[in-house]
């Protein structure tokens, strides 16, 4: 567990215990401390370590136990999945160590059977309270300064995530922020999610089996969701950056265009993403299909702030077609 209670310092420390029960009576009981830098997961995943010590103690104390079945109860089925796993994970090493105990074991007494069983914490086994009440005890008096602290893989990641967070969010204030993205989508500083214009892919829609077991196909609707192409993210994010194939990224990008290149099919003097997101009368049925709501239409800035109104850009950008090639090639100026 991890746990600050009754540390004068206040720090959050992790640690692990384990008792060893025979015959109903607590035999054993060892306990260790790991330092600041373990989640909880990490100390449930090296319970194992002390509860393999006072394993080790029982059976050379008491050799002639050796035929026994040993039940070792852990509170949690993920720690059990990976205490033992040997295969590349965040405690791999640990794991590798727990299964070389384990072989030290089962080859010094061959007739000793270990089972590992999950047993919700929240039961009413009075193990789990002694182990608690002597981690508490552990976290309590470890001496820091002492301590030799795991170099825990899982706390690295998040120690270097919160640093990367720290200075793209210092850059975010720092900078002007006056390109045409952060007038659009990136409207606030990065907060470790991903953003809502990030779309993940969906898994094929799953048939379905009617009462003569025959498949059905999804309604339409599910299936216009599940995929958009990829000319159609391309022109997401054109859109959002500015790159988009529009009369205003003519004007600035071909200096010598003519009025009829840069002017909206509409009518309209310049063809701007705003333009035809929000006003062109050419797509007013779409917009209204997908970017109004409750009959109005939403603010442009609004559009690209959460994943269920891109995916309703997306559906716009996808029926129809717009700004995705260019309406003329030509040299530029």
């Known amino acids: 567990m991890v746990s600050n209670r009754n540390r004068v310092d206040g720090k959050q420390v992790g640690a692990a215990s384990a008792v060893l029960y025979h015959k109903g009576k607590e035999y054993k009981h060892l306990e260790t401390a790991f330092g600041e830098s373990v989640t909880e997961t990490d100390t449930l995943i090296r319970s194992l370590t002390p509860a393999l010590g006072t394993l080790t103690a029982f059976l050379a104390a008491e050799p002639s136990q050796a035929h026994i079945l040993i039940n070792i109860l852990i509170p949690s089925g993920t720690a059990i999945n990976k205490t033992l796993n040997a295969t590349p994970h965040e405690e791999q090493e640990t794991a590798l160590r727990h299964l070389a105990s384990l072989g030290e074991l089962l080859t010094a007494y061959p007739s000793t059977r270990i089972r590992l069983q999950w047993l919700p914490r929240k039961g009413s086994f009075v193990g789990f309270r002694r182990a608690k009440q002597l981690a508490l005890e552990a976290i309590r008096t470890t001496d820091l ?8 893989i899982g ?16 850059r975010w204030h ?16 990065p907060n470790g ?3 809502p214009t990030f779309q993940p892919t969906r898994e094929k829609p799953q048939l379905n089996m009617n009462a003569n077991n025959q498949p059905t196909h999804p ?7 599940a995929k958009f192409s990829r000319l159609t993210h391309s022109t997401l994010y054109r859109f959002i950056t500015g790159h988009a194939f529009t009369g205003e ?15 909206c099919l509409c009518g309209s003097p310049v063809e701007t993403v705003e333009h035809v997101l929000m ?17 109005h239409p939403r603010l442009f800035h609004q559009i690209f702030n959460h994943p269920e109104r891109v995916r309703d850009v997306l559906c716009f950008l996808e029926e129809t077609g717009t700004c995705a090639k260019p309406q003329a090639i030509w040299e530029p100026g």
Request: hydrophobic share 25%.
């Open 279 to 295: 006003h062109c009368p050419l797509y007013t049925d779409a917009r209204r299909k997908y970017l109004f709501a409750n009959g």
């Open 249 to 263: 990224y003519t004007q600035r990008f071909y200096p010598r265009h003519t009025p009829d290149q840069v002017a």
């Open 219 to 225: 309604d339409q609707e599910e299936q216009a969701k």
């Open 155 to 170: 706390q690295q990641k998040e120690k270097t995530k919160e640093q990367v967070m720290s200075l793209l969010t210092e």
């Open 174 to 189: 720092q900078n002007p922020r006056t390109s045409h993205a952060y007038r659009t989508a990136l409207l606030e500083p």
């Open 145 to 152: 300064t002492t301590l030799d602290e795991p170099q825990m």
């Open 193 to 195: 999610k991903h953003h």
